[in-house]
């Protein structure tokens, strides 16, 4: 089955650049929507942002002026960047992938599976 | 942005049924997902769609839909069902938003 594994630098410095990357094994990349998404430390869970497969992009406009997201389907790989991080960016980061299913032209329902184990980025000096 | 509000903790004796509930104005348009974890881990799609299980998850998780609220209902609670629940659904300006989360304790 479909797993997902991240990886990158658990810590990272204030003001510098947060980089991950997610690993699909077991499938393709190709045709799905996947996402990032982060949990501080005994706090719920946040939507960071998507991409597909062809690289389109949506991202959570809370963070959008900060996050860039990529796709490399030669690698089945998907890559996270988010700029000028702060204390308040340290969290556990999930990739995760989703699936919408419209039932009409205005409802649907969506899910996140798999997910990856999460990695926990500390931001600190 | 539109939230999705759950209650921060619920307690169930074992083998009772439990409901935890999340509200929100999308559910009136879009269906939630459910997922559970538990300390230390990713969390666990247990419910999607109108009342979607995934291979695996038990048929005590069933889940509904009323007006702007999801429900996730253990019918026959278990020791190993004790974890945070979080419920999902689309949002009109962040696309897709998580519930507050709810703490689920078997006693």
């Known amino acids: 089955q479909v797993q997902l594994q991240e990886s990158g630098p658990g810590l990272v410095k204030p003001s510098e650049t947060l980089s991950l990357t997610c690993t699909v094994s077991?499938?393709?990349?190709?045709?799905?929507?996947w996402s990032w998404i982060r949990q501080p430390a005994g706090k719920g869970l946040e939507w960071i942002g998507r991409?597909?497969?062809?690289?389109?992009?949506n991202y959570n406009p809370s963070l959008k002026s900060r996050v860039t997201m990529s796709v490399d389907t030669s690698k089945n790989q998907f890559s996270l960047k988010l700029r000028s991080v702060t204390a308040a960016d340290t969290a556990v980061y999930y990739c995760?992938?989703?699936?919408?299913?419209?039932?009409?032209?205005?409802?649907?329902?969506?899910?996140?599976?798999?997910w990856g184990q999460g990695t926990l980025v500390t931001v600190s000096s | 942005s539109s939230e999705l509000t759950q209650d921060p903790a619920v307690s169930v004796a074992l083998g009772q049924t439990v409901r935890i509930t999340c509200q929100g104005d999308?559910?009136?348009?879009?269906?939630a997902s459910w997922y559970q974890q538990k300390p230390g881990q990713a969390p666990v799609l247990v419910i999607y769609g109108e009342n979607y299980r995934p291979s695996g998850i038990p048929d005590r998780f069933s889940g509904s839909r009323s007006g702007n609220t999801a429900s996730l209902t253990i019918t026959g609670a278990q020791a190993e069902d004790e974890a945070d629940y979080y419920c999902n659904s689309r949002d009109s300006s962040a696309l897709y938003v998580f519930g507050t989360g709810t703490k689920v304790t078997v006693l």
């Open positions: 077991g499938g393709s990349i190709s045709s799905y929507y």
């Open positions: 999308s559910l009136r348009s879009y269906y």
């Open positions: 995760a992938r989703e699936t919408y299913i419209a039932v009409d032209f205005n409802t649907g329902y969506n899910w996140f599976d798999p």
């Open positions: 991409i597909y497969s062809s690289g389109s992009t």
